[in-house]
């Protein structure tokens, strides 16, 4: 019965997000579906291209997510996220049985869709962790997670989405286009897909805030309210969270933040091991990955260095779009040092992907590229970056 309530509350949450409805599933994989790394996502419809490179946009995303807000894992070990994208019929994804189902229309490289299903994703975990902490509570008496704290914290994941939305804060403040702290808290519905300017706002105000409290660990605390029944309102934010004295001086703090904007530069020149080892990982694919898309077994992962060896099989342009939009993702943003080395995979991979060969060869190319990129760790080795 517990169960019953908490997904159908989760379905209630995330359907309100507007476009994106995602499911909660016991059940296993079949064919015309992907399964992700983690096993935690089962992804049906579209190309296999598409399945492949959401899984894995998923995964990494929910990583993201539980990093950030601090959040050890809140489903059960046989749950799966399931998604399911416009195109091939999957009978795995039948609407008749039961469970309910995350529904996204994903145009290839088109970003725009790829942020709604991170956002959509950002409201899963948050409603999950509303309702799997208000067991013996009424549906009528959680409240729902106000449409800011989401928006704001799927564009935290990646560090271009930050820098962009400061890019976007800093030229409204500008042009005379600010928002108060408070009208951005009082943002309870889903924001529209379609008004980046306050996707942008939720943003950075979520950024502001967790580095006032130094670490987002206030969404639990947040959370925690809902769950309660009350509101989480610009006093509350700024007595609790903030520690001001009330919401005049959260204003007073946040306008001089806002107005500096403008002055903040993101970025490093210099990056460190963990982003290194982010890229090395990027290059290989899992196995159950690999079998699934391949359809015949391995017994190892597959490396860059596989693709590109076998780059006449069917499977090997997936696989070099898994690779590229997982180094993609590691790379927006990222310092110009790494972009640097980590570019010149994505030009082996893209290679692979238009079926073309550059002018010397990308056998040598990606020799190339992981002497460069040992270059580089022994640089940070002996800078002692973590």
Known sequence: MLRCLLVWLTYCGVAWAGGVDISLSGRGVTVGTVLSTSRRFLVGGASAEDRVRVAALADDALQRIRRVIGLKSIFGREERIVIELPGEVCGALDG??????????????????????????????????????????????????????????????????????????????????????????????????????????????????????????????????????????????????????????????????????????????????????????????????????????????????????NREEKWARTMAAYMLLRLEMVLAGAPSELGEVGSRFAAVLNDVIAGRVGHISDEVMLREARARLRVLERAVARRGAP
């Not at 939305?165 to 897909?193: C, H, T």
Request: aromatic content about 6%; overall charge neutral.
């Open 96 to 309: 008749s049985k039961p469970g309910l189902q995350m529904q996204a229309h994903l145009e290839e490289g088109n970003a725009a869709d790829e942020n709604e299903i991170i956002e959509g994703l950002s409201r899963l975990v948050l409603e999950r962790l509303i309702t799997a902490s208000s067991s013996g509570r009424r549906a009528d008496q959680v409240r729902r997670v106000p449409g800011w704290v989401v928006a704001g914290l799927a564009r935290n994941l990646y560090p271009a989405t930050r820098l962009r939305d400061v890019e976007v804060v800093s030229r409204a403040w500008r042009n005379g286009d600010g928002m108060a702290l408070g009208e951005i808290i009082a943002l309870n519905d889903a924001v529209p897909a379609g008004d980046g300017l306050k996707k942008s706002f939720c943003g950075v105000a979520f950024a502001w805030i967790s580095r006032k409290t130094q670490g987002g660990a206030w969404v639990m605390e947040a959370a925690e309210r809902l769950v309660g029944g009350e509101g989480i309102g610009p006093e509350w934010f700024a007595r609790r969270i903030l520690g001001f004295d009330d919401a005049c001086g959260m204003e007073e703090a946040w306008e001089l933040f806002e107005g500096g904007c403008g002055r903040l530069r993101v970025g490093r020149g210099y990056c460190t091991r963990s982003e290194i080892n982010e890229v090395k990982g990027c290059l290989m694919v899992d196995r159950l990955v690999f079998e699934n898309i391949a359809g015949h077994k391995t017994s190892a992962p597959v490396r860059i260095e596989d693709v590109v060896r």
